[in-house]
C-alpha cells in the first residue's frame, strides 16, 4: 500500500516544492479544490479526496474532508491490530503526513469593509478537524500547519525515512497552539459582535513578537508577544531603524511613553524613566518641545525613553545627541536627523503610526488569574467639571492645568504633576500618601512653583496637600474631588487664592 500524504492549505507559500518532494518519495498527494489545482498545475500527481470518500463537496465546499474514509486514515493506530483489521475492512488508507493550514479568518476580520457574513464564511470547519486528528494521533501522523517546517519534515524523510517521534510530538504542539489561537481570534470576534462584556470564558491569543534576552533582571526570562490585529499606534508595531534591539525594561518604559504622548494633538515631548514621565514639554515646533521636556528635569532625563509626535529634524536631533538616551520614539526622522542620530551605537531609534489608538482592555496578571479593565481614556473633554472655589482658573492657568491632568492620569499613584502651561516642572509618583506625592514635585519645582498648577491623580483625603502647594506658590489646582473632607480642601484654597477645579474622574495608575 502507497504511503499517502494530505495537502489542504490557504498559505500556498512553499507547498508546490513540499508536495513534488513528498511525491519523489514516493507519497501518494490528497487534496481537494484550490490545492489541488495548485499542485496540478505544477506538474504533481494528485488524487481528489472525492475519489477518497466516494463523496463529492457539498454546501459550496463546507463538507468535503468530513467523512470516515478521511478520518479513519488520520486517528487509526498503525501499529494496532484490531485498528488495522477495521481500515482492511472498510478500504480505508493510513494517512501518515498531514500539511493543512486554515482559512484566512484574521486577514478576512482586519479588512476595514469586512461583513458579518464574509467573517463567518471564513470560520474553518474542515481544517482544523484534520489538524486535531493528525495532532491527537501523532505518534503515528506527522502534521505540519506552518510551511517553516516543510524543511525539517523533508530533510528527515530523505535522511532518516520517516519523522522522529520528538519532530512529531513538536508539530503536534505547534498545531494544537495554532488551532487554539484560531478559535479564540473566532471566540473574541463573536463576543464583541454580541456585546458581552465579561463572558464567562476569556479567550485571547498573542503571536511571539521577539525573544528577549532577559525580563526586568538578568534572572529572569523572557518574551515579548503582539496581539494579532492590535493597535497599530503601540510599541507592539514599532520599527526599529537603529541600535541595539529592545530589552523588556525599554518596550514597558517605552509603552509607558507612548500613552502619554498620545494626550498631545500639539508639538509634544516626552521623557520617560522606570514608567513613569520625568518630563513633558510643548511647543510650536517638536525642538521646542523637546527642550520644555528638558527643561523638566536635566538630570533624570539621562538613560530615559523619548516620545515625540512629530518628525525629528536635524536640530532637534542635535539636541537629542547631545545626552544619552535610550530610545527615541517618533513617527518619523529626517536624513539628517538619522545621520546624527546614528552616530550613536546604541541609541534605539522606533518610529509607529502615529494614528488613534483602538483602546484596547488592559490586562494585568497576578498569580494563579488575571485582572481586566477598560483603558482609561477619559479626558477633561467628557469630565463633568465644576469649579467649587471663590477664584476660577485664568486662561494661563486653565493650560496649565490641562497639560498636568493629561500628565498626572500616567504617573504610578500616589501621583502628583505640577506643571505650567507649556510643560511639567515637578513630578511626585508612587507615593503611600498624597501629601508626599505633592512635597516631591513641589520640591523638584522649587521656585518654578511660583503661580503654577497642581494636578492629583485622585482626591486629597484631608487639606495637607492644599498647604504644602499654596506655600510652595501654586495658584491653580486640579482633581477629581470626592472626599469625606473637600470641604476642608476648599476652605484652605479660598484661604489662599487658590482656584481649585474638580474633575469628578480618579486616575489612579498602579
Known amino acids: 500500500m502507497n504511503k499517502r500524504a494530505l495537502i489542504s492549505v490557504s498559505d500556498k507559500s512553499g507547498i508546490a516544492e513540499f508536495a513534488k518532494s513528498l511525491h519523489e518519495l514516493g507519497f501518494e498527494i490528497l487534496s481537494t479544490g484550490g490545492t489541488k489545482k495548485a499542485l496540478e498545475e505544477q506538474g504533481i500527481p494528485v488524487i481528489s479526496v472525492s475519489e477518497v470518500t466516494g463523496f463529492p463537496e457539498i454546501l459550496e465546499g463546507r463538507v468535503k474532508t468530513l ?41 478576512t476580520i482586519a479588512k476595514p469593509d469586512v461583513t458579518v457574513e464574509d467573517a463567518i464564511e471564513n470560520i474553518d470547519i474542515g481544517g482544523p478537524a484534520m489538524l486535531r486528528a493528525s495532532a491527537k494521533n501523532h505518534e503515528y501522523v506527522t502534521v505540519v500547519v506552518d510551511p517553516s517546517d516543510y524543511e525539517t519534515v523533508l530533510t528527515q524523510l530523505q535522511q532518516e525515512g520517516s519523522v ?42 498573542y503571536e511571539l513578537n521577539q525573544g528577549l534576552r532577559y525580563g526586568e533582571n538578568p534572572h529572569q526570562k523572557a518574551a515579548f508577544y503582539r496581539k494579532p490585529l492590535g493597535s497599530e499606534f503601540s510599541i507592539a508595531n514599532a520599527k526599529q531603524l537603529h541600535g541595539k534591539e529592545l530589552s523588556y525594561n525599554n518596550i514597558n518604559d517605552a509603552e509607558a511613553a507612548i500613552q502619554i504622548i498620545k494626550e498631545f494633538a500639539e508639538p509634544a515631548a516626552v521623557a520617560v524613566k522606570h514608567m513613569n514621565p520625568c518630563g513633558v514639554g510643548t511647543g510650536d515646533t517638536v525642538y521646542a518641545a523637546f527642550s520644555k521636556a528638558f527643561e523638566a528635569d536635566p538630570i533624570s532625563i539621562f538613560g530615559g525613553i523619548i516620545a515625540l509626535n512629530r518628525e525629528v529634524d536635524g536640530d532637534t536631533a542635535q539636541k537629542l545627541h547631545e545626552i544619552f538616551l535610550e530610545i527615541v520614539i517618533a513617527p518619523a526622522f529626517s536624513e539628517e536627523a538619522l545621520a546624527i542620530l546614528q552616530g550613536k551605537k546604541n541609541i534605539r531609534l522606533l518610529t509607529i503610526p502615529f494614528a488613534n489608538g483602538n483602546n484596547e482592555q488592559k490586562y494585568t496578571s497576578i498569580e494563579g488569574g488575571l485582572l481586566v479593565q477598560d483603558f482609561d481614556g477619559h479626558s477633561l473633554e467628557n469630565a463633568e467639571i465644576s469649579i467649587p472655589t471663590k477664584r476660577e482658573p485664568t486662561e494661563e492657568e486653565w493650560n496649565a492645568l490641562k497639560l498636568g491632568w493629561k500628565v498626572v492620569k500616567h504617573v504610578k499613584s500616589n501621583a502628583i504633576v505640577v506643571s505650567s502651561d507649556a510643560m511639567t516642572l515637578g513630578v511626585g509618583a508612587g507615593q503611600m500618601n498624597r501629601v508626599g506625592a505633592a512635597k516631591i514635585a513641589l520640591e523638584q519645582a522649587g521656585e518654578r512653583a511660583e503661580g503654577a498648577a497642581l494636578a492629583s491623580d485622585a482626591f486629597f483625603p484631608m487639606d495637607d496637600t492644599v498647604e504644602a502647594a499654596a506655600k510652595a506658590g501654586i495658584t491653580a489646582i486640579i482633581q477629581p474631588g470626592g472626599s469625606i473632607k473637600d470641604a476642608d480642601s476648599i476652605k484652605k484654597a479660598d484661604e489662599y487664592g487658590i482656584a481649585m477645579v474638580f474633575t469628578g474622574v480618579r486616575h489612579f495608575k498602579h
Open 164 to 205: 522522529t517521534s520528538e519532530t512529531k510530538r513538536t508539530l503536534a504542539a505547534k498545531v494544537f497552539r495554532h488551532t487554539a489561537a484560531y478559535d479564540s481570534m473566532i471566540a473574541q470576534y463573536m463576543t464583541d459582535l454580541t456585546g458581552e462584556a465579561a463572558p464567562e470564558k476569556l479567550t485571547v491569543t
Open 67 to 107: 467523512n470516515p474514509m478521511i478520518h479513519g486514515g488520520l486517528l487509526a493506530k498503525f501499529g494496532e491490530p484490531s485498528h488495522k483489521a477495521q481500515l482492511d475492512e472498510h478500504g480505508i488508507s493510513p494517512i501518515e503526513v498531514v500539511c493543512v493550514n486554515l482559512y484566512p479568518f484574521q486577514q
